[in-house]
């Protein structure tokens, strides 16, 4: 079990490294401005997923890192 445990501590952060490296940047730039930022909505809603997902991932990741540093997986 305790391996199980450990397998999926180091996939989920590695799955979370990966998660965050996809985020945009949450500054707009210039092209906030004018409005323009708001011609692509679909990278809003697909914005909306990434959260998600990595919130569930972070969520495992954090689940684990409890069983395994206060002992109570053996």
Do not use: R, Y
């Amino acid at each position: 079990m305790l391996t199980l445990v450990w397998t999926i501590q180091i996939i989920t952060s590695l799955l979370l490294i990966v998660l965050i490296l996809l985020h945009d940047p949450k500054g707009d730039g210039i092209a906030g401005l004018g409005g323009a930022s708001q011609i692509f909505s679909s990278q809003k809603s697909a914005e909306k997923g990434l959260n998600k997902v990595t919130g569930i991932v972070a969520g495992i990741f954090l689940i684990c890192t409890f069983l395994l540093g206060f002992g109570l997986i053996k």
